[in-house]
């Protein structure tokens, strides 16, 4: 039964996407696969082409013009994934970042334990982080601890990009009022899912910084993530969380 679709947004990410693409089809569990592509002038979009034939039905491609952000991409690959009747919606990075074996761990946790959102999580069990900087592991983990602090969320990895979704979390948040585009998506979409009401595990994984390709995280990002949660917690005295 088709019913896993695993989201990854690409920018100029050839270097990784054919293993990526090779390695997610080779896993027990058969995932179906699209990935989301803005224009990568290095083809990406081309080399996901040529692989589909050996994928038939399974791989997939959507392309946009421009690089149009990390959140709006994922909002693309939900209602794709929404229209096309999949009841376990992933994401996660093209980058090996997050381990692709961990897709099995985060669809267990949802399928069988019955969770409606499975994070893979950095900081559940300490800080599992290989080959970033301290800076950037210290920015990371406080960056998380204050989100919790503003939102009360009791999630340790506010963050993170490595997730699973039963089709009811997205089903039930409104997708098109979502606020932001940056990392800040991130945890925009946790806080939505927490505000109502569904049922949130972490299981903990290990992320390993890319070692190809170029990271698209910058100083920006983190600064639309501090400060729109402030935003965010407001505007969330204002609105009604009904799932009914």
Request: proline fraction near 4%.
């Given at each position: 039964m088709k019913d896993s679709l695993v989201i990854i947004p690409t920018y100029n990410e050839r270097e990784n996407i054919e293993?990526?693409?090779?390695?997610?089809?080779?896993?027990?569990?058969?995932?179906?696969?699209?990935?989301?592509?803005?224009?990568?002038?290095?083809?990406?979009?081309?080399?996901?082409?040529?692989?589909?034939?050996m994928y038939p039905g399974r791989l997939h491609l959507e392309t946009r013009k421009g690089k149009l952000g990390l959140g709006t991409a994922y909002i693309h690959?939900?209602?794709?994934?929404?229209?096309?009747?999949?009841?376990?919606?992933?994401?996660?990075?093209?980058?090996?970042?997050?381990?692709?074996?961990?897709?099995?761990?985060?669809?267990?946790?949802?399928?069988?334990?019955?969770?409606?959102?499975?994070?893979?999580?950095?900081?559940?069990?300490?800080?599992?982080?290989?080959?970033?900087?301290?800076?950037?592991?210290?920015?990371?983990?406080?960056?998380?601890?204050?989100?919790?602090?503003?939102?009360?969320?009791?999630?340790?990895?506010?963050?993170?990009?490595?997730?699973?979704?039963?089709?009811k979390v997205l089903e039930t948040i409104q997708l098109n009022n979502i606020r932001f585009v940056g990392y800040a998506f991130q945890i925009e979409m946790k806080f939505l899912t927490y505000k109502y009401g569904f049922k949130i595990k972490e299981v903990p994984i290990i992320f390993t910084d890319r070692t190809k390709g170029v990271s698209k995280m910058s100083s920006g990002i983190f600064k639309e993530a501090v400060l729109g949660v402030l935003q965010m917690k407001i505007n969330s005295y204002f609105r009604h969380f009904d799932r009914y």
């Open positions: 293993a990526m693409i090779r390695k997610v089809m080779l896993l027990a569990h058969p995932f179906d696969l699209l990935i989301v592509d803005d224009g990568s002038p290095d083809g990406t979009a081309d080399l996901v082409r040529d692989m589909q034939f690959g939900f209602k794709y994934a929404l229209h096309r009747g999949y009841e376990f919606i992933f994401e996660m990075d093209a980058d090996f970042s997050h381990n692709p074996d961990d897709l099995i761990r985060l669809y267990h946790a949802c399928a069988v334990d019955g969770y409606d959102m499975a994070i893979g999580s950095r900081y559940i069990q300490g800080v599992n982080v290989i080959n970033w900087p301290m800076s950037r592991v210290l920015m990371s983990y406080f960056a998380s601890a204050y989100v919790r602090m503003v939102t009360g969320m009791p999630i340790a990895d506010t963050t993170a990009g490595f997730k699973c979704y039963r089709r």
